[in-house]
Nanobody, 122 residues
Framework: QVQLVESGGGLVQAGGSLRLTCAAS????????MAWFRQAPGNEREFVAL????????YYSGSAKGRFTISRDNAKNTVSLQMNSLKPKDTAVYYC???????????????WGQGTQVTVSS
């Protein structure tokens, strides 16, 4: 059974940092592109960042670039998202996802975690 489990969410003040981690079981992440998406209330799920299977290439949304860093540890079967300089508009449920191709659209991803809440207070 494939499971992706996110952790590390919480409440933080604007300007603060959080590190999200996604741990996989039943799936070798080393074969997949991994991505983070987020969904705020009333909004569609949107792309945040991705990292290809080897970790050699990453790609970020405009809102994440320069503030967030995606990384992976294939030996530990995990992927992380370091989020710095957080803003209230970053408040959302953050999801990790695994897919075969490095695309920014959610329907390209086959496996999803249950999400972790990130709340940034002003």
């Amino acid at each position: 059974q494939v499971q992706l489990v996110e952790s590390g969410g919480g409440l933080v003040q604007a300007g603060g940092s959080l590190r999200l981690t996604c741990a996989a079981s039943g799936l070798a992440l080393s074969s997949y592109t991994m991505a983070w998406f987020r969904q705020a209330p009333g909004n569609e799920r949107e792309f945040v960042a991705l990292i290809i299977w080897s970790g050699a290439n990453t790609y970020y949304s405009g809102s994440a670039k320069g503030r967030f860093t995606i990384s992976r540890d294939n030996a530990k079967n995990t992927v992380s998202l370091q989020m710095n300089s957080l803003k209230p508009k970053d408040t959302a449920v953050y999801y990790c996802a695994a897919g075969w191709r490095a695309w920014t659209t959610r329907n390209e991803y086959d496996y999803w975690g249950q999400g972790t809440q990130v709340t940034v207070s002003s």
